[in-house]
């Protein structure tokens, strides 16, 4: 949990495989981490790897058994407790000496902790006794990075028996998977993404190790990923009128992310945080007055205070000085580095082929992509091999994916248990209904496309592990991997050690590529005018009066972040008076572009 460990920078959830392991990895110096739940197949394979590697008795738990979605998950993060809890013990009995991870747990940390402080002085005492005593002092300060998971809460479909019947809707995927994480050994916190899933917050009133105990202290944390502030204290209300306490609120840019990209209205980064900023304390008191009668009426003891509510923010950061400035400027309490740490494989895990395409991909490889059977715009990276395979089957005449996983089935056009939209089912089903429609060659093939582009995610994001780690029971060739990075990604060409990234993050060494590098908020608003410009040339033909007026509610919004930057900048840049004059000229392009657009019909 934040408050336990000295770094300031989280590595959020990436994919499903590839920060599936990463608490195993950096854990051990005070990093938190963040774990897919979506995928327990993969889950039970990276037990079973881990157990082998850990000399662990292993049993499998297999798709016959009662509740084994919630049973893998909570195997899987209990060894990953234990791993992570020897690792920590054997690293304090290490001596500070160049090539110890107890060494390098104290040169990661910020240089402006108490603890970076102690150890620099411990460095510089020659007194063996008193040297002694502060290394020992040292090693008690050691603490682990968290173990958190992360739940898609709209990934939540019903599961069946053996014999076709829907099982109670305890056993569905968001809540199986919530029941895992409740019943594991870890204290760390539940990320929930992708909005509001009312079952699965009714769900959290199950367990105790949500709510505070007689010492106020909560087990397991409940963090929440919004987009904006009403976001978050709508869900914030709805969670602590249940007696649950949000953690932390997790902000996340809209479009300057990995994965899926769940555009805001026009909402830009900075105009949020300041929001956040300005009624932060407002929510806070507000959140516990509700939170007190909640816990009163169901006999819990009430905290004194209310606990801690962090606000953290992620998407597109860059540089040192952008992560400072969000931490000091907006009071935010980490920043969360994802895609950079996909060149990083002591953090992360990316098979080497796909890393190498990543450390070589440019700006141009990377794009807002349509593949996501959720219908949810995907950020992605051109040439991966799961596009190739793609590709290969509309050649041969058989389009879609196999299917076997189903983590992202949503669509009952044809069949009464809902399907993917990236199956051979659904594309052959859709295919022939679009024969029939009568439509013109050109308006088929337009059709068509969007049908095709449709890409198996269930596979594509969790085969870098099984690939990389040896686990692969089939061919690697043909394992298809996916990867989303974020764009920020064209700014990052090589492959990282872990202390050349977090000494990037503080501002010890710039690990940064020589493409021009505008400000992250000048990266995010960019990529909102092209979305804007996009929707708005997408819908002309056919544009409703409600079209027309979310356009012109997005336009007005940019206009107003815009306006904002304007006045941020002297804050932003206080001695820097050549990045000062780039970035308003970067504003006034972007308005131009805007005004521009606009007056089009």
């Known amino acids: 949990m934040i408050k336990n460990t000295p770094h300031t920078f989280h590595i959020p959830v990436m994919g499903l495989a590839f920060s599936i ?44 058994e009662e509740d084994y979605r919630a049973r893998r998950i909570t195997a899987y993060l209990n060894l990953a407790d234990r791993i992570v809890k020897l690792q920590v013990e054997a690293l304090k009995q290490e001596p500070f000496d160049s090539e110890s991870r107890l060494t390098k747990y104290f040169l990661l940390l910020p240089d402006n902790t108490p603890l970076k402080a102690m150890y620099r002085k411990m460095l510089q005492t020659s007194n063996p006794e008193l040297k002694k005593i502060m290394q020992d002092e040292l090693r008690k300060a050691v603490v682990p990075g968290s173990i958190d ?29 919530l029941r895992g994480f409740a019943k594991s050994t870890v204290h760390a916190s539940v990320i929930f993404s992708a909005g509001m899933n009312m079952r699965l917050y009714s769900y959290l009133e199950q367990f105790p190790c949500f709510f505070p105990d007689k010492n106020g202290f909560l087990q397991k944390q409940v963090v929440i990923k919004v987009s904006d502030y ?8 709805i969670l602590a009128k249940k007696g649950i306490w949000v953690s932390e609120f997790r902000i996340e840019s809209g479009l300057n992310c990995g994965g899926h990209a ?30 007190s009668s909640s816990l009163a009426a169901k006999g819990y003891v009430i905290p004194d205070k209310a606990p801690t509510m962090h606000i953290t923010v992620q ?45 070589r991909a440019k700006k141009e490889d990377l794009y807002l992509s349509p593949i996501s059977p959720l219908g949810v715009p995907f950020n992605s990276l051109r040439g991966t091999s799961s596009e ?22 949503s669509n009952t056009d044809f069949t009464k248990e809902p399907i993917c939209t990236a199956s051979r089912k659904y594309q052959r089903n859709k295919l022939v209904e679009l024969q029939g429609l009568g439509l013109t060659e050109a308006e088929y093939k337009t059709r068509e496309a969007k049908v095709l582009e449709k890409e198996c995610l269930c596979e594509g994001l969790a085969n870098t592990a099984l690939v990389k780690l040896g686990i692969a ?22 492959i990282f050690k872990l202390q050349e990234m977090v000494d990037h993050i503080y501002g010890r060494v710039n690990v940064l590529n020589n493409t021009y590098r505008p400000h992250v908020f000048i990266n995010e608003l960019n990529m909102y005018v092209q979305y804007w410009k996009n929707k708005k040339a997408e819908l002309q033909e056919t544009m409703t009066d409600k079209q027309e007026k979310y356009l012109q509610s997005f336009w007005q919004n940019l206009q107003q972040g815009i306006a904002y ?37």
């Open 230 to 237: 009403r976001s978050a204290f709508v869900q914030g209300k």
């Open 149 to 177: 998971v992360n739940i898609m809460t709209k990934l939540d479909k019903t599961n069946y028996d053996k014999d076709g019947n829907p099982l109670p809707s305890e056993y569905s995927d968001a809540l199986a998977a």
């Open 388 to 409: 190739a395979l793609t590709l290969a089957r509309i050649e041969k005449g058989k389009p879609g994916s196999p299917c076997e996983k189903k983590h992202l089935v």
């Open 315 to 359: 998407g597109g950061i860059g540089t040192a000085d952008e992560h400072s400035f969000l931490l000091e400027h907006y009071g935010m309490d980490a920043a969360g580095w994802g895609t950079p740490f996909l060149l990083v494989p002591e953090a992360t895990t990316v098979d080497a082929e796909t890393m190498e395409k990543l450390a």
């Open 262 to 291: 769940f555009a805001t209205d026009g909402y830009l980064l900075g105009p949020i945080l300041e929001e956040f900023r300005q009624n932060r304390q407002a929510m806070q008191d507000e959140l516990y007055t509700l939170f």
């Open 21 to 64: 392991d990463s608490p195993m990895k950096v854990a051990q110096y005070g990093i938190s981490s963040v774990v897919s739940l979506s995928d327990d197949t993969l889950i039970e394979q990276m037990r079973e790897y881990y157990s082998q590697v850990y000399q662990e008795p292993f049993t499998p738990i297999t798709t016959k």
């Open 565 to 601: 930057y304007k006045e941020l900048v002297p804050t932003l840049f206080k001695d820097q008076l050549e990045k000062r004059m780039q970035m308003l000229e970067e504003l006034l392009e972007a308005e131009g572009q805007l005004q521009v657009a606009n007056q089009k019909v």
């Open 473 to 494: 029971r089939k061919a690697v060739a043909s394992r298809p991997i996916a990867i989303c990075p974020g764009p920020n990604l064209a700014y990052f060409s090589n």
